[in-house]
């Protein structure tokens, strides 16, 4: 199956500081990338929708100017949190559909990478 | 109309047993139905899925069963093992649009 991989899969930084999440398609390409975010015992809540050469959608209640994404490549797409607080720290997942034809808009899911802001 | 509801919340069955988890959506749009696995510290992982011009589908132990009609869908996993214990999330897509995911089941079998 298509293979999705993220980086780093977790990190620990300093309140205030920013934190980059890559996410990469590595056996197919992909227009369309969503970063998820999950709390413990929760379903996965949908940050944002990343295109690649346009600018993201985000849901309602996300603050784009704190949480930064960039897909500038068919395989790749990244998350910045700007300015990281305490609350900030949760489990973040993203997924790349594989556009290709060999799945119905298929959604494939990166491992997740732990944020923990001190 | 865009929900998806999961029941149950937690679900504990013995090895060997035949956990069910139900799935109500109200958006008849909706085209496509899978079911997600989740280990903790992990990302979801694709179980099966299913379109619902299928009643039934089966993949090795895990079978969706889906009635259009009522607008339901539920996964039976057949001869359960301990390494199925996870969280398991139904969804519903339609198109291009984003996936709506249900609540998730926390699933544990016991030996």
């Excluded at chain 1, 930084?13 to 999950?38: H, P």
């Excluded at chain 2, 510290?41 to 889906?66: C, M, N, Q, W, Y």
Aim: proline share 5%; charged share 15%.
């Amino acid at each position: 199956g298509a293979v999705v991989s993220q980086h780093p899969s977790w990190v620990i930084c300093k309140s205030g500081t920013s934190v980059k999440i890559e996410c990469r398609s590595l056996d197919f390409q992909a227009t369309t990338m969503f970063w998820y975010r999950q709390f413990p015992k929760q379903s996965l809540m949908l940050m944002a929708t990343s295109n690649e050469g346009s600018k993201a959608t985000y849901e309602q209640g996300v603050e784009k100017d704190k949480f930064l994404i960039n897909h500038a490549s068919l395989t790749l797409s990244t998350l910045t949190v700007t300015s990281a607080h305490p609350e900030d720290s949760s489990f973040y997942i993203c997924s790349a559909r594989d556009t290709s034809g060999r799945a119905y808009n298929e959604q494939f899911f990166g491992p997740g990478t732990r944020l923990t802001v001190l | 109309q865009q929900q998806v509801k999961q029941s149950p919340q937690s679900l504990i069955v013995q090895k060997g047993g035949i956990p069910i988890i139900n799935c109500a959506y109200e958006n008849t749009a909706f085209d496509y139905f899978p079911w997600y696995q989740q280990f903790p510290g992990k990302g979801p992982a694709l179980l099966i899925a299913i379109r619902p011009d299928v009643s039934e589908k089966k993949e090795g132990r895990f079978t969706i069963s889906f009635n259009k009609s009522a607008k339901q869908f539920s996964l039976h996993i057949m001869d359960s093992q301990p390494g199925d214990s996870a969280t398991y999330f139904c969804a519903a897509l339609f198109g291009n649009e984003k996936l709506t995911f249900g609540t998730g089941t926390r699933l544990t079998i016991i030996p």
